[in-house]
């Protein structure tokens, strides 16, 4: 059954940050907010926790196309291959914010990324998971939590996201009600950005 924490944005409780990065140093799978959609995630480095992760959205591992959160761009070099200085000032002027960038993926990828040439970097603008990251020292993983209601996309209600995952994941974040609109997507691999999905973010 997992566990749900209650941290919200306007006062995160330090222990309780720490407590949920105790839960993916020791291999979980756990629900966070964004400033976009509620999503699941683990750390990049746990192959086991990667594999979980596929499990639950129904895919095999090497399929995957799990965006990488930052709390800042300096994270960037270890995934991505040198950006141009007009690129990085795009990032730099829309990030934090409700962007997954693609960029060209280096070799320095974990495992469970073998093969990808290219990645999804997020820095999303809520304090929560910027300090996840922060403690644990590098970036998470993130994928989506879909609906099963004809008419929203994505759940919003952290307790109804609590009741269906309870037995998948091993703990929960409770901000508050989540967004219904994900992140918008863009391509900067040509150097020109190509916006893939238009979500939350405006360019």
């Excluded at 991505?80 to 990030?95: G, Q, S, V, Y």
């Excluded at 922060?134 to 004809?150: F, M, N, Q, R, Y």
Aim: hydrophobic share 35%.
């Amino acid at each position: 059954m997992a566990k749900i924490l209650k941290i919200y944005p306007e006062n995160p409780q330090e222990n309780l940050i720490n407590e949920a990065v105790k839960v993916l140093q020791n291999g979980g799978v756990i629900i966070y907010p964004s400033d976009t959609i509620y999503t699941i995630g683990c750390d990049i480095y746990n192959h086991k926790a990667m594999e979980r992760l596929a499990q639950i959205k129904g895919i095999k591992l090497d399929k995957h196309k799990f965006s990488i959160i930052c709390n800042d761009l300096s994270h960037l070099s270890e995934f991505t291959k040198p950006i141009e200085t007009a690129t990085f000032r795009f990032l730099k002027a829309h990030l934090p914010g409700a962007f997954t960038f693609i960029l060209e993926a280096n070799r320095n990828l974990p495992t469970s990324y073998k093969g990808h040439k290219t990645v999804g970097i997020r820095v999303p603008d809520h304090i929560v998971p910027q300090m996840i990251v922060e403690k644990l020292g590098h970036p998470i993983v993130s994928t989506s939590i879909h609906a099963d209601d004809e008419i929203l996309e994505y759940s919003t209600d952290p307790e109804l996201i609590a009741e269906k995952y309870e037995k998948l994941v091993d703990l929960v974040i409770d901000s508050g009600y989540g967004d219904n609109t994900a992140s918008t997507i863009v391509d900067l691999t040509s150097g020109e950005p190509e916006i893939l999905r238009q979500g939350k973010g405006i360019l």
